[in-house]
């Protein structure tokens, strides 16, 4: 099935610009939803997703649709942080380091580095 998208880009608020692109998938177009892409959603993502964690994943803010960059069609939808998101992640955080800081730096290192292998 093929359908139209409508873009519209702005610049100081006066729409400048528009195009129009057809794609091809499946529902609405979004690459998750495609069979041929199935392993996106086996990574736990879903057609909208929460885009703030500090220890729970949440997104009350605008939706942001995230694209590929080798195709540009649109893969999933995301939910941005609102300030009272991005209020919760530092309060979170500053109680997080109270436990952190009594880490030894060796050791802090090494968790790092587990992080990156």
């Known amino acids: 099935r093929t359908m139209s998208i409508l ?6 608020g006066r729409k ?10 499946g529902g ?3 690459l998750i939803n495609d069979p041929k892409y199935s392993w996106i ?23 942001l649709t ?5 195709t540009g069609r649109p893969i999933a939808n995301v939910y941005k942080g609102s300030l009272d998101d991005y209020d919760s992640v530092v309060k979170n955080a500053q109680e997080a ?9 060796p050791k802090r290192g090494d ?7």
């Open 16 to 25: 400048i610009a528009w195009s129009v692109r057809a794609m091809s998938g």
């Open 66 to 70: 995230s694209e590929s960059p080798a």
């Open 111 to 117: 968790i790092v580095r587990q992080i990156g292998d």
């Open 41 to 63: 959603r086996e990574l736990g993502l879903q057609e909208n997703n929460p885009g703030v964690f500090d220890g729970t994943w949440r997104g009350s803010g605008q939706v």
């Open 28 to 30: 609405n177009g979004l």
């Open 97 to 105: 380091w109270k436990t952190w800081r009594d880490v030894p730096g």
């Open 7 to 12: 873009r519209g880009v702005l610049f100081t």
